[in-house]
């Protein structure tokens, strides 16, 4: 499968807001200039001869300059995600996650490690695993059908679980995308499960979502959807949960003749789909396809749209380059009315975007055309957009933390 898009896998008046910097080095900044908080941020960036991370803490969520080459580097596609005041990092090369306190003058203290090599998955990334409380994550080993359920406060693991009910199908197997693909809400996780065969780029009409119990690490419900791909989940300020393809999800409409993408939701209070909700992109984008809904306040939603009018699509086509290709568009979406308007003010770009939701602030990350490169804007609920940095690689976090 492939590594890409974890499929597998102006300066404005900004004071210093990098604040770790070196491979392992202490933040080279005065100790009495301390945040009352900070931003942790990565950068991956792909080379010839593989990828390596970037992990910057910013210091606030406005205009700045983000130079990677003064964040900390870690080699390969390390992933970070923020937990209980703590940044944890897990390795690029091996299934190994590492935990790391914070200190007022924004330095990064090593708390524990925790090794997953014995349970035949070669990663630990974030695009697995999933924090589900203070004192429990899981990291979906899909081969196996199993999750292992490790405990984030003390950094050790506790056991596994099965994931009953999900065979093969021919040459499509089942996989799952934890950091844009899943949602907690309250004592239940909520994880959407697509099949694909990845040599030939061939995806199933259709998708589930697991409903996991997280007190007793059981699954109580598998919900299927008529979407292909469904790998993002957007929660509303309200609980409502909305999910959505991810911008692969194109490809059994575009070059099959098979399903549309799509839109489904659960709403607050309850573990079944939503009957009286379900969208197709393509009723409100004239036609085209599209992906990533995302929740930006005030009942309304951001989607990528991907504009086939600007490309040929052949049987000769590549399909991979079709779908990773910058003919992609920001809409927004009026989750009531499901009227979408095309947002003038994010260029055409790659469909792999990520966004952040911080204290009601919306930040998106969009990806140059060959993902060496991504643009962080502001985004309000209207639709008012504003430039905050760009830095170098694919940039998918951004958290706050203390």
Known sequence: MRTLKHIPGPLVGAVLSLVVVGCGAEPNVDPDEVSEHYYPTSSVVFGDDGQSTYVSLLRSLDSQEVDIDRGREFAGWADMWVHEGN???????APVLTKYSVSEAGSLGEEG????????????AFWRNRFVAPDKAYLFIMDERQVVVWDPSVMQ???T???????????QTPYVTTDRGAVVRGDRLYVTVGWGDWDNYSLSNDSVILVIDTENDEVVGTLSAPCPDLNVASMDDGGDIYFSNWVYGIGPSLFESGASTCAVRIKAGEDTLDES?????????EGRQAAALRF??????LISVFHDERVEITPEADRWAIADSANWRSWTLDLDTLDATELDGLDWHAGGFYASR??????????????????????SSDGAVEPRWTTTGWVTRLFKVR
């Open 87 to 93: 940044v944890f990092m897990t390795d690029g090369e």
């Open 358 to 379: 911080i204290d009601g602030r919306n930040h998106v990350f969009i990806p140059s055309a060959d993902y060496s490169s991504t643009e962080a804007f502001e985004l």
């Open 296 to 301: 930006i306040g005030s009942g309304k939603a």
């Open 157 to 159: 693991i506790g056991g």
């Open 113 to 124: 490690r925790l090794s997953f090599q014995s349970y035949g998955t070669d990663t630990a």
């Open 277 to 285: 909700w379900s969208l197709a992109f393509t009723d409100i984008t």
């Open 161 to 171: 679980f099965e994931l009953p009910g999900l065979p093969d199908r021919g040459a």
